[in-house]
T-cell receptor, first 113, second 112 residues
Framework: GENVEQHPSTLSVQEGDSAVIKCTYS??????FPWYKQELGKRPQLIID?????GEKKDQRIAVTLNKTAKHFSLHITETQPEDSAVYFC????????????FGPGTRLSVLP | DVKVTQSSRYLVKRTGEKVFLECVQD?????MFWYRQDPGLGLRLIYF???????EKGDIPEGYSVSREKKERFSLILESASTNQTSMYLC???????????FGSGTRLTVV
């Protein structure tokens, strides 16, 4: 079936360093890719998204890149801070999945002070 | 801001009980979803609804049913709760298929 792979499953970085999380998807018709951040005990919140007509989108310290040919997209966080520590989920909108999102399994990011 | 409200934050139920989890959104969203979240398994879709009185099965519908009598409310029903349904349940809504989800705060259900 359709799926979204996400790597790494855990990531530890020093405060101030960059973090990169990568996802791959299987449906070449996918055209919308959101990223969610879930802090401990809280709801997942949309932090950035990208549509298939662009290759990169930035919002302050976070950016997302999309390579449609290779069917992968990545989240980049620069100048990481302790409050960036959370679980991050990527998702891909799949036409062949009832027009719903399939989520990656998540990446637990720890930013060490 | 869109608000998606789940009626209970924590719930403890006994095996065999019928359990209702309620979700209400206040932005006239068409689409609503129920997920369960378990460590190592991520978010798994249980049921979704694109309109009033409409429902579709997700990946893991067994043991669950849903009801959408009004646009703003989407209920998840555990017909006869079992211990393997102990989980975090997340409701989500979106305006339509071109938008991302807004999630509720979740209901942590424990079945004993």
């Amino acid at each position: 079936g359709e799926n979204v792979e996400q790597h790494p499953s855990t990531l530890s970085v020093q405060e101030g360093d960059s973090a990169v999380i990568k996802c791959t998807y299987s449906d070449s018709a996918s055209n919308y890719f959101p990223w969610y951040k879930q802090e401990l005990g809280k709801r997942p919140q949309l932090i950035i998204d990208i549509r298939s007509n662009v290759g990169e989108k930035k919002d302050q310290r976070i950016a997302v890149t999309l390579n449609k040919t290779a069917k992968h997209f990545s989240l980049h966080i620069t100048e990481t801070q302790p409050e960036d520590s959370a679980v991050y989920f990527c998702a891909a909108y799949l036409h062949n999945y009832g027009q719903n999102f399939v989520f990656g399994p998540g990446t637990r990011l720890s930013v060490l002070p | 801001d869109v608000k998606v409200t789940q009626s209970s934050r924590y719930l403890v139920k006994r095996t065999g009980e019928k359990v209702f989890l309620e979700c209400v959104q206040d932005m006239d969203h068409e689409n609503m979803f129920w997920y369960r979240q378990d460590p190592g398994l991520g978010l798994r879709l249980i049921y979704f609804s694109y309109d009033v009185k409409m429902k579709e099965k997700g990946d893991i519908p067994e043991g669950y049913s849903v009801s959408r009598e009004k646009k703003e409310r989407f209920s998840l029903i555990l017909e006869s709760a079992s211990t393997n349904q102990t989980s975090m349940y997340l409701c989500a809504s979106r305006r339509d298929t071109t938008y991302g989800y807004t999630f509720g705060s979740g209901t942590r259900l424990t079945v004993v």
